[in-house]
């Protein structure tokens, strides 16, 4: 199982950035993916998460970015997205791409990439 994120750089305040995550080693549609980040000296944190089984496609933000980030997913590249608008320099953190089973168990981790957002 592989999850390769890219997308991350340094962008000003107010800016956009689009985050990917490329999956393989795994049925695509049996797995939930997330998108969580990490600031300095912060604990990881949820972002956003898309769901499979009975909530197949369903989406969930947390409250911090809802409205500025969208997560989507192309099934047939085995891919997720995660649009993020109107950044700000409190969204600065490794961002991390994940696969499991549900949206509450996560056992496949991708390598992160950092996003710094500049005020």
């Known amino acids: 199982v592989q999850l390769q994120a890219s997308g991350g750089g340094l962008v000003q305040a107010g800016g956009s950035l689009r985050l990917a995550c490329v999956t393989s080693?795994?049925?695509?549609?049996?797995?939930?993916i997330g998108w969580f980040r990490q600031a300095p000296g912060k604990e990881r944190e949820g972002v956003s998460c898309i769901s499979r089984g009975d909530g197949y496609g369903n989406t969930d933000y947390a409250d911090s970015v809802k409205g500025r980030f969208t997560i989507s997913s192309d099934n047939i590249k085995g891919a997720v997205y995660l649009q993020m608008s109107n950044l700000k320099p409190e969204d600065t953190a490794v961002y991390y791409c994940a696969a499991g089973p549900s949206t509450v168990q996560f056992n496949y981790w991708g390598q992160g990439t950092l996003v710094t957002v500049s005020s």
């Open positions: 080693g795994f049925i695509f549609d049996d797995y939930a």
